[in-house]
């Protein structure tokens, strides 16, 4: 079946440094790629996506391209921020039965110290 | 635009007892989600709804969950009786069109359920 794998955390980072955190998948088709982001204290909300290979989306400084012959679709900033800090999760849909179905990833917790 | 709305926002009751969650999509939003989120996991999908129809619950355990959409609107999440194993943030989610692959979520609050 359908799955996502993300890289384990907390990732903790100084103020300024690069981001990369690892999103892979398994589907069958053509999914649709996606980060959502938690801030503490709120709910999840969509950073950015991709709908086909060699995508690119991009929000907020952060980028993500859809590789779909590595099956990724890795997390990056060139500078990250103490409002960085959250839980970033990743995501697919993909066709199923009557629509597309979403699968999440666990969750990657980042940590930015000033 | 208002978002998704849920309540209540925390629940705490005892196993075998019975409890609802409510859900209100933004407005004009024909899919909406309920996801189970266990500390440290992702959201897991529990059932989807297009309109008042259900497009997936393969995930919901039936045998004390069930759900309902009428009127195509807002929804109810309820689980009975409940098990020590349901302590989680239930999410609900819509977006506009489920046959449309790329549609984002938007997402609400979230319920926290402790079961003691």
């Known amino acids: 079946g359908n799955s996502v794998t993300q890289m384990e955390g907390p990732v903790t980072l100084s103020e300024e440094a690069f981001l990369t955190i690892n999103c892979t998948y398994t589907?069958?088709?053509?999914?649709?790629l996606f980060w959502y982001v938690q801030y503490p204290g709120e709910g999840l909300q969509l950073l950015l996506k991709a709908t086909k290979a060699d995508d690119k989306g991009s929000n907020k400084g952060f980028e993500a391209t859809y590789r779909k012959e590595t099956t990724s679709f890795h997390l990056e900033k060139g500078s990250v921020q103490v409002s960085d800090s959250a839980v970033y999760f990743c995501?697919?849909?993909?066709?199923?039965?009557?629509?597309?179905?979403?699968?999440f990833g666990a969750g990657t917790r980042l940590f930015v110290k000033a | 635009e208002a978002g998704v709305a849920q309540s209540p926002r925390y629940k705490i009751i005892e196993k075998r007892q019975s409890v609802a969650f409510w859900c209100n999509p933004i407005?004009?939003?024909?899919?909406l989600y309920w996801y189970q989120q266990i500390l440290g996991q992702g959201p897991k999908l529990l059932i989807q709804f297009q309109n008042n129809g259900v497009v997936d619950d393969s995930q919901l355990p039936k045998d004390r969950f069930s759900a309902e959409r009428l009127k195509g609107v807002d929804s109810t999440l309820k689980i009975q009786p409940a098990k020590l194993e349901d302590s989680a943030v239930y999410l609900c989610?819509?977006?506009?069109?489920?046959?449309?692959?790329?549609?984002?979520?938007?997402f609400g609050p979230g319920t926290r359920l402790t079961v003691t």
């Open positions: 407005s004009g939003h024909a899919t």
């Open positions: 995501a697919l849909s993909a066709a199923n039965t009557g629509g597309f179905k979403t699968i």
């Open positions: 589907a069958t088709g053509y999914p649709s």
């Open positions: 989610a819509s977006s506009l069109d489920l046959l449309a692959g790329g549609a984002e979520q938007y």
